[in-house]
């Protein structure tokens, strides 16, 4: 049953055309996924399509009641921001639309909250779009992806994996294309280049005739005649080659190998030690005395609820608070999305080498890592959106003079394809990471160690996301039989010891095993 149609639809920026959308429609219990960089007009079209604004052009109808979730809350100085959206998406689901449209619904809210969003939203039996940075959230959720691209809207059956595997056999076969057109155009080129040199040759007297030869036999005729159709076969081939459909190359990106300040003083080293230490802040204590160790090259995401004093935690590192022992060797840099640093009057290029350690040729590779390519680097920072302004920012960060991350959030602000393209860059990177995140995708591509906050407690995890959400803790039953375990291997040798050189201190070592075996049962 279809709920909404829409036909030929334009929608305009200014001059700038983001939707050219011949037809989209939204069947019953639809679960859409929509996305797209940030600034393709995704939020726009929900606004089309909750009728708040007219499209410029086109038209679609609709018999049903929708709910627009908006990505911009408002304000509430007695609520925290996941409080806020809590509130935002109960309202909204209490007035039971057919048709949910939600920009960027877990905004603000923790990981706990976002499972929590996402048992609703399965149980719930309208049709919805979502808009949303969170891949794990579109997995979870969604039955379609809608794309936007170019103002241009594709749909893609399955989650955002299953889109994401489909865009690789796009890929896949873009790739194939480009190697099939180049191979097809220089087949073409070498037999325009060889018709072309055979008709130059036809305009010469061949070296064995002589004039009054040639005059007799009528050779001249013969190759003007041959000269004619070679250059008609060659204007043929030339016709060819400018009709043939020109395939874009797949852009390869390459490789970072960096040079870190101090690499073999802190890898595989402990380079930062906390000891017994609580976190306190005025008269609250947000985690109770906790012990842990940080090694050079550890990848480590911090994890726990809003309010759990992650952020604290961070800070106390940079300030290094007593209680916190930083190695000399760790240089640290901080990323909060503060994109201050940057000066909005030079170009990208020039904010990012202004404080670098690294090359220039090293510096682009980066930029192009982050999807700047060519001559996007000489783009001044002022024309740049937040998304980009954020990647510039970090870009400048990465190569600077240290070897250690401190990340609060990166992919706040980021859209998908930029949170990709930094988890590549992250992935690649040797140097120490530690970073705050609730985006499950992000923490399970990057850390290889988790530090959990949980009931104001500070919990070390030596092992990755998926891991830790497969562990399950040894029971204090599982303990003794192990225990037991062990003790009773002990008797057997001691016994068997004893059988052929009986001592006093054997004989005090079985009954020492005996003991523990009856306090364990």
């Given at each position: 049953?279809?709920?909404?149609?829409?036909?030929?639809?334009k929608?305009?920026?200014?001059?700038?055309?983001?939707a050219?959308?011949?037809?989209?429609?939204?069947?019953?219990?639809?679960?859409?996924?929509l996305?797209?960089?940030?600034?393709?007009?995704k939020?726009?079209?929900?606004?089309?399509?909750?009728?708040k604004?007219?499209?410029?052009?086109?038209?679609?109808s609709?018999?049903?009641?929708?709910?627009?979730?908006p990505q911009l809350?408002q304000?509430?100085?007695?609520?925290s921001?996941g409080?806020?959206?809590?509130?935002?998406?109960?309202?909204?689901?209490?007035?039971?639309p057919?048709?949910?449209?939600?920009?960027?619904?877990?905004?603000?809210?923790?990981t706990?909250?976002?499972?929590?969003?996402?048992?609703?939203?399965?149980?719930?039996?309208?049709?919805?779009i979502l808009?949303?940075?969170?891949?794990?959230?579109?997995d979870?959720?969604c039955t379609?992806?809608?794309?936007?691209?170019?103002?241009k809207?594709?749909?893609?059956?399955g989650?955002?994996?299953?889109y994401?595997?489909?865009?690789?056999?796009?890929l896949?076969?873009?790739?194939?294309?480009?190697?099939?057109y180049?191979?097809?155009?220089?087949?073409?080129?070498?037999?325009?280049?060889m018709k072309?040199?055979?008709?130059e040759?036809?305009?010469?007297?061949?070296?064995?005739?002589?004039?009054s030869?040639?005059?007799?036999t009528?050779?001249k005729?013969?190759?003007?005649?041959?000269?004619?159709k070679?250059?008609?076969t060659?204007?043929?081939?030339?016709?060819?080659?400018?009709?043939?459909?020109?395939?874009e190359?797949?852009?390869?990106l390459?490789?970072?190998?960096?040079?870190?300040?101090?690499?073999?003083?802190?890898?595989?080293?402990?380079?930062?030690?906390?000891t017994?230490?609580?976190?306190?802040?005025?008269d609250r204590?947000l985690w109770?005395p906790a012990?842990f160790?940080?090694?050079?090259?550890d990848?480590?995401?911090?994890?726990g609820?809003?309010?759990?004093?992650?952020?604290?935690?961070?800070?106390?590192?940079?300030?290094?608070t007593?209680?916190?022992?930083v190695?000399?060797?760790?240089?640290?840099?901080?990323?909060?999305?503060n994109?201050?640093?940057?000066?909005?009057n030079?170009?990208?290029?020039?904010n990012?080498?202004?404080?670098?350690?690294?090359?220039?040729t090293?510096?682009r590779t980066?930029?192009?890592r982050?999807?700047?390519?060519?001559?996007d680097?000489?783009?001044?920072?002022?024309?740049?959106?937040g998304?980009e302004?954020?990647k510039?920012?970090f870009?400048?960060?990465?190569?600077?003079?240290i070897?250690?991350?401190?990340?609060?959030?990166?992919?706040n602000?980021?859209d998908?394809?930029a949170?990709?393209?930094l988890?590549?860059?992250?992935?690649?990177?040797?140097?120490?990471?530690?970073?705050?995140?609730?985006?499950?995708?992000?923490?399970?591509k990057?850390?290889?160690r988790?530090?959990?906050?949980?009931?104001r407690?500070?919990k070390?995890?030596?092992g990755t996301y998926?891991?830790?959400?497969?562990?399950?803790?040894e029971?204090?039953?599982?303990?003794?039989e192990?225990?037991l375990?062990?003790?009773?291997?002990k008797?057997?040798?001691?016994?068997?010891?004893?059988?052929i050189?009986?001592?006093?201190?054997?004989?005090k070592?079985?009954?020492?095993?005996?003991?523990?075996?009856?306090?364990?049962?």
């Open positions: 049953m279809i709920l909404l149609e829409g036909s030929y639809l929608i305009y920026i200014k001059e700038r055309c983001i050219d959308i011949e037809k989209l429609t939204i069947q019953k219990q639809d679960r859409i996924g996305v797209g960089r940030n600034g393709s007009g939020t726009t079209l929900l606004e089309v399509l909750a009728g604004r007219a499209p410029d052009e086109g038209s679609f609709h018999k049903t009641q929708i709910e627009l979730l809350k304000t509430d100085s007695h609520k921001g409080e806020l959206t809590q509130d935002y998406i109960k309202a909204s689901l209490a007035r039971n057919e048709i949910l449209l939600a920009d960027e619904p877990t905004t603000n809210l923790d706990s909250h976002i499972e929590w969003l996402e048992k609703i939203m399965n149980r719930w039996q309208g049709a919805f808009v949303s940075h969170d891949r794990e959230f579109l979870a959720l379609k992806i809608w794309e936007i691209e170019d103002g809207l594709k749909e893609y059956n989650n955002y994996s299953d994401k595997a489909q865009k690789e056999q796009e896949l076969q873009q790739k194939n294309a480009y190697e099939d180049e191979r097809t155009k220089s087949q073409l080129e070498n037999a325009l280049d072309v040199r055979k008709a040759r036809a305009t010469k007297k061949p070296k064995n005739l002589s004039a030869e040639a005059s007799i009528g050779a005729p013969y190759f003007a005649k041959k000269e004619k070679l250059l008609k060659a204007k043929a081939i030339e016709t060819r080659l400018e009709k043939l459909d020109k395939v190359k797949i852009k390869d390459p490789t970072i190998k960096m040079d870190l300040p101090n690499e073999r003083a802190f890898k595989n080293r402990i380079v930062l030690r906390v017994d230490t609580p976190g306190i802040i005025g204590t109770k012990t160790h940080i090694k050079g090259g990848k480590l995401a911090i994890i609820p809003n309010g759990s004093g992650k952020t604290t935690l961070l800070k106390k590192i940079m300030n290094q007593e209680g916190f022992s190695s000399p060797a760790m240089k640290i840099g901080y990323f909060s999305q994109i201050d640093i940057l000066n909005t030079e170009t990208i290029l020039e990012v080498k202004s404080t670098s350690r690294q090359d220039e090293f510096v980066v930029l192009a982050l999807r700047f390519f060519r001559e680097v000489y783009k001044p920072v002022d024309v740049l959106s998304g302004r954020v510039v920012a870009a400048k960060l990465f190569v600077s003079d070897n250690t991350l401190i990340l609060d959030e990166p992919t602000f980021l998908i394809e949170v990709e393209a988890e590549e860059l992250l992935n690649d990177y040797e140097g120490t990471i530690l970073f705050v995140s609730h985006d499950r995708r992000f923490i399970e990057i850390a290889t988790l530090l959990l906050f949980e009931h407690e500070i070390l995890f030596n998926p891991e830790y959400k497969n562990y399950e803790p029971t204090e039953r599982d303990a003794k192990d225990q375990l062990v003790i009773e291997t008797i057997t040798e001691v016994l068997s010891r004893l059988s050189e009986p001592s006093d201190a054997l004989e070592e079985f009954q020492e095993l005996l003991q523990k075996k009856r306090e364990l049962i």
